[in-house]
């Protein structure tokens, strides 16, 4: 059972360059979301998703942007790259999303550089 | 406004003794989840031990135990006897809810460092 899947595990880009985070899931989750840690703190949600084709901002949307297409897959863009956006990125993904006991699930995390 | 505080960034615990990790938060929702992750230093997040609003009982898995105190709207999480593998990052979260939508909170973390 792969549960959620990010691609790359590392990344390093240079200032301005663009790149999408791929994140998959196999659990038939509908609720998606990205995070990203900063060292030394904890996550700060980017944008999630409560099914296909519905997103919505988080609380540092700010240089990236999400499509759901399908409920399996939930890519993070990064347009024109900022040393600001160094940092770990995780996918989650949960099942229903709320109002029960089911955790978020998270994928094994991006490491991303901005040189 | 939502908010999870730890107010503890690191700890130390001599092995198989307990230790009891902080959290509290704020929320005028209601109705709300509680959630423990652990992050080892390989950094995947791992999910411990949740609890609901409107549990009546402690959660408890395994060697975690929850201690909710609804009223001082604190969420701890007690780790019994101690191993060196429970050396980590910790992290409390709380789950929104309402208005339809379902969005997580983290704190901060506390790092454990269990001593041999």
């Known amino acids: 059972n792969a549960g959620v899947t990010q691609t790359p595990k590392f990344r390093i880009l240079k200032i301005g360059q663009s790149m999408t985070l791929q994140c998959t899931q196999d659990m038939n989750h509908n609720y998606m979301y990205w995070y990203r840690q900063d060292p030394g703190m904890g996550l700060k949600l980017i944008y999630y998703?409560?099914?296909?084709?519905?997103?919505d901002k988080g609380e540092v949307p700010n240089g990236y942007n999400v499509s759901r297409s399908t409920t399996e897959d939930f890519p993070l863009r990064l347009e024109l790259a900022a040393p600001s956006q160094t940092s770990v990125y995780f996918c989650a993904s949960s099942y229903q999303g709320g109002y029960s006991n089911q955790p978020q699930h998270f994928g094994d995390g991006t490491r991303l550089s901005i040189l | 406004a939502q908010k999870i505080t730890q107010t503890q960034p690191g700890m130390f615990v001599q092995e198989k003794e307990a230790v009891t990790l902080d959290c509290t938060y704020d929320?005028?929702?209601?109705?709300?989840?509680l959630f423990w992750y652990k992050q080892p230093s390989s950094g995947e997040m791992i999910f411990l031990i949740y609890?609901?609003?409107?549990?009546?009982q402690n959660a408890t898995e395994g060697r975690y135990s929850l201690n909710f105190q609804k009223a001082r709207k604190s969420a701890n999480l007690v780790i019994s006897a101690s191993q060196l593998g429970d050396s980590a990052m910790y992290f409390c979260?709380?789950?929104?809810?309402?208005?339809?939508?379902?969005?997580?909170?983290f704190g901060t973390g506390t790092r454990l460092k269990v001593l041999a």
């Open positions: 979260a709380m789950r929104e809810g309402g208005s339809g939508t379902y969005k997580y909170i």
């Open positions: 609890q609901g609003s409107y549990d009546q």
């Open positions: 929320t005028s929702d209601p109705s709300y989840g």
């Open positions: 998703s409560v099914g296909a084709g519905i997103t």
